[in-house]
T-cell receptor, first 114, second 114 residues
Framework: DQQVKQNSPSLSVQEGRISILNCDYT??????FLWYKKYPAEGPTFLIS?????DKNEDGRFTVFLNKSAKHLSLHIVPSQPGDSAVYFC?????????????FGQGTTLQVKP | DAGVTQSPTHLIKTRGQHVTLRCSPI?????VSWYQQVLGQGPQFIFQ???????GRGNFPDRFSARQFPNYSSELNVNALLLGDSALYLC?????????????FGSGTQLSVL
C-alpha cells in the first residue's frame, strides 16, 4: 500500500529552466511533508518542508506547493542548475501512528543539462 | 559539527548470517531512526528510538531488532539474513521527538547478502 507516490521516475531539464517534481499521497491524516535530495553514495539531505496548514513554502530557488484537496504536492526549482542533478524524494509524516516516522515516495531522478 | 555517522560503509554477508550496523547521531540529538532503502525505491521505516525506548516499528520481521545506548548511539541487528535483505541501511537522527520530523541522515551502510 503505497501511501506516497512519485509517478515520474525521471525528469530531464535544461539549465536555467524550471524543474517541477510531483508527489501524490493517499492518507488525509498526513500533516507534514518534506522533500529530500540524494546524491549517489550519500544519505538523503533535507531540502524543504511544508505543514498541512499552508499551501506554499519558499526557500531560495526551491518552492513547495501543497494542494490538500487533490492530495498533491510539487517541488519547483527555479532556475535549475547542474548541481541540482540528484534523486528527489517526497516524504510525509503524521497519520494515526504518530511515531514520527516518515513515509517516502519512490523518488524522481532529476538531470539538469548544462 | 559531525553529522550522523554510520559504520561500516559496506558489508558483505552470506545467507543465514547475522549483521550489526552502528550509528552515532548528531550531538544533542536524542532520537534515532533506521530505514531500509532497496534499489529503485524510497527509504522504508524500520525503527525509531527515543531516549533508549522503541517509539515506532515498521513492517519488518522479528529478525530485525535495534537498541539505543545511553549516549544515544544505536545498533541495528538483523538475524538469519536473506538475499532480500540486501539494501542500503540508513540511520537518521533528530532532536525532539515529534510528529513533524526533520530527519538528518547518515550516508548509510550498503549491505550485500550473497
Amino acid at each position: 500500500d503505497q501511501q506516497v507516490k512519485q509517478n515520474s521516475p525521471s525528469l530531464s531539464v535544461q539549465e536555467g529552466r524550471i524543474s517541477i517534481l510531483n508527489c501524490d499521497y493517499t492518507n488525509s491524516m498526513f500533516d507534514y511533508f518534506l522533500w529530500y535530495k540524494k546524491y549517489p553514495a550519500e544519505g538523503p539531505t533535507f531540502l524543504i518542508s511544508i505543514s498541512s496548514i499552508k499551501d506554499k513554502n519558499e526557500d531560495g530557488r526551491f518552492t513547495v506547493f501543497l494542494n490538500k484537496s487533490a492530495k498533491h504536492l510539487s517541488l519547483h526549482i527555479v532556475p535549475s542548475q547542474p548541481g541540482d542533478s540528484a534523486v528527489y524524494f517526497c516524504a510525509a509524516s503524521g497519520g494515526s501512528s504518530n511515531t514520527g516516522k516518515l513515509i517516502f515516495g519512490q523518488g524522481t531522478t532529476l538531470q539538469v543539462k548544462p | 559539527d559531525a553529522g550522523v555517522t554510520q559504520s561500516p560503509t559496506h558489508l558483505i554477508k552470506t545467507r543465514g548470517q547475522h549483521v550489526t550496523l552502528r550509528c552515532s547521531p548528531i550531538s544533542g540529538h536524542k532520537s534515532v531512526s533506521w530505514y531500509q532503502q532497496v534499489l529503485g525505491q524510497g527509504p522504508q521505516f524500520i525503527f525509531q528510538y527515543y531516549e533508549k525506548e522503541e517509539r515506532g516499528r515498521g513492517n519488518f520481521p522479528d529478525r530485525f531488532s535495534a537498541r539505543q545506548f545511553p549516549n544515544y548511539s544505536s545498533e541495528l541487528n538483523v538475524n538469519a539474513l536473506l538475499l532480500g535483505d540486501s539494501a542500503l541501511y540508513l540511520c537518521a537522527s533528530s532532536f525532539p521527538h515529534s510528529t513533524n520530523e526533520k530527519l538528518f541522515f547518515g550516508s548509510g551502510t550498503q549491505l550485500s547478502v550473497l
